[in-house]
């Protein structure tokens, strides 16, 4: 068996490309507009996971020149109170993009309050709307993490016309948008699941397979093809003699060996989500002013 030693999918440094590529942008059209682009992003409750990603989020914005108008709400608000939130920020012509953090308190219908961003408001790339663009390969704003994970591999050059895509997860967050963002690349898509049956069998088949379960080390070297792309979606947190780190849905180490490019994690697909939404954002700013 050939062995690979696998290029790293360096995600960090691209996303940091991206951001560049953002600020001059904004730079150039501030002033036409007269204003920066604004972010919207609404937590609830004290996750503190949750609490990490949003002040990534809003860290990133002020680099890149976007305006934060984040709002941070105790664990018992009502679902109406942050309706009422969201139609105000819908209204807000200084809001070009609005993100609700998952996950939230378990009385809050998520997918009801995703339904009340503006479609062209929505940063994440979530509303059914742009979900539906995206089944019908119409232009709209997409699903951070899986444009993420597209982007990088558009940046390596990774063909994928052809080729045995398999995802390993079907969340709306990311399996089923990532399958059908596959197959406008023309690539044969499968998706598997919790519920597949001989699991190794099907990623074998992938030349690149994409892990987005949110199990740690699910995926072992025997499970992929030598020779393939591995993209590691997963981010979980793993206690092991007391400390606590990050690992994802492969066992990088021993993969590494057989994969011939792989993300890592963290440095991968997390700071690509981040850029994305930024991205998102500046396109709903542009498009507002400039049509």
């Known amino acids: 068996m050939l062995s690979y030693a696998a290029k790293i999918l360096d995600g960090k440094a691209l996303a940091q490309k991206i951001q560049l590529q953002l600020k001059e942008r904004i730079q150039a ?3 036409k507009i007269g204003r920066p682009p604004g972010l919207a992003v609404i937590m609830v409750g004290d996750n503190p996971a949750s609490a990490v990603y949003v002040r990534n989020k809003e860290r990133a914005c002020e680099k890149v020149g976007i305006a934060s108008f984040g709002r941070h709400f105790p664990t018992q608000t009502s679902y109406e109170e942050l309706k009422q939130v969201i139609e105000a920020l819908n209204q807000d012509s200084r809001v070009d993009g609005i993100l609700v953090q998952l996950p939230l308190p378990d009385h809050l219908d998520a997918v009801a309050l995703l339904h009340t961003i503006h479609p062209d408001k929505d940063a994440d790339g979530l509303h059914p709307t742009n979900l539906g663009r995206l089944v019908r390969t119409e232009s709209g704003l997409r699903s951070c993490t899986p444009a ?8 390596y050059k990774i ?4 080729k045995h895509a398999v995802v390993v997860g079907r969340s709306i967050l990311v399996g089923k948008p990532l399958a059908l963002m596959l197959l406008e690349e023309n690539a044969t898509v499968t998706i598997a699941h919790s519920r597949t049956q001989d699991l190794g069998s099907i990623t074998r088949q992938a030349d690149i397979l994409v892990a987005a379960v949110g199990r740690p080390n699910l995926i072992a070297a025997d499970m992929v093809k030598p020779g393939a792309v591995v993209v590691d979606v997963g981010i979980n947190r793993v206690e092991k003699d007391g400390e606590s780190r990050l690992v994802g849905d492969v066992d990088f180490n021993t993969v590494a060996e057989v994969a011939k490019y792989i993300t890592p994690v963290p440095g991968g697909i997390g700071p690509m989500t981040v850029a994305i939404l930024l991205s998102n954002t500046v396109e709903s700013y542009e498009k507002k002013v400039l049509g």
């Open 29 to 31: 059209l501030e002033p």
């Open 148 to 155: 993420g994970v597209m982007r990088l591999l558009q940046e």
């Open 159 to 162: 063909e994928l016309s052809g």
